[in-house]
Each structure stands twice: as structure tokens, then as C-alpha cells.
């Protein structure tokens, strides 16, 4: 399956977030957002942060709805929905050289 770079990116930050976040984290992240909570929770020094820096959160959000409509991404069901990876989005990320089990 081919992907761009951008949803390259949204899914190794999910990766690197050790699919602890939700889509307004990934969101912030990958825009280098100086949010109180990127930064106590040291997202910053997430390599996917400021990635899509200039993008809007809108554009994001609908890159991150087609990966999830394409079953590299799913949403947890929780109280609090957080990004994970499906089998489908983590052999892609070994195809590209990423092991999901050596998430920062």
C-alpha cells in the first residue's frame, strides 16, 4: 500500500506516542504546537514534532480520518479515544523500516 508523506508521518507519530494519544495530541504534535500539555508530557522531543508545522488542523484531522477509513489507523473506544496502529498500519511501519515495538 503506498502512502504520502504526510500520512507517513502521522503514523510514525502515533507510533512514537506509543499509542497514547488521541487525534487533537497527534494534531499538536505534528504542528510543533508549544501547548502546555505537548510540553509537560515532553512531546517536543517526539521526532515527528513540527513535522506538518503549517498545516491546518482541519488538514490533519482528514489525513488522519483516511488512514483510519483505510485500516492503518484505529480509534479506541475509550473514555478518552486514542490513535493505535492496526496490523495492517504496523506491518506497513516495518515495511518502511519502523519496528512499533521500539516506539520511543
Do not use: W
Request: hydrophobic residues 30%; contains cysteine.
Amino acid at each position: 500500500m503506498k502512502i504520502n508523506n504526510d500520512e507517513q508521518m502521522i503514523l510514525f507519530c502515533v507510533e512514537k506516542c506509543r499509542q497514547r494519544a488521541g487525534r487533537g495530541l497527534v494534531i499538536e504534535i505534528l504542528q510543533g504546537s508549544h501547548s502546555v500539555r505537548v510540553f509537560s508530557r515532553r512531546l517536543n522531543q517526539n521526532s515527528a514534532f513540527g513535522t506538518m508545522k503549517g498545516r491546518s488542523g482541519e488538514e490533519i484531522d482528514g489525513q488522519i480520518q483516511g488512514l483510519i477509513d483505510r485500516g492503518l489507523l484505529q480509534e479506541t473506544d475509550d473514555e478518552y479515544p486514542r490513535l493505535t496502529l492496526t496490523e495492517e498500519g504496523e506491518e506497513l511501519m516495518r515495511d518502511l523500516g519502523h519496528d512499533p515495538e521500539d516506539a520511543e
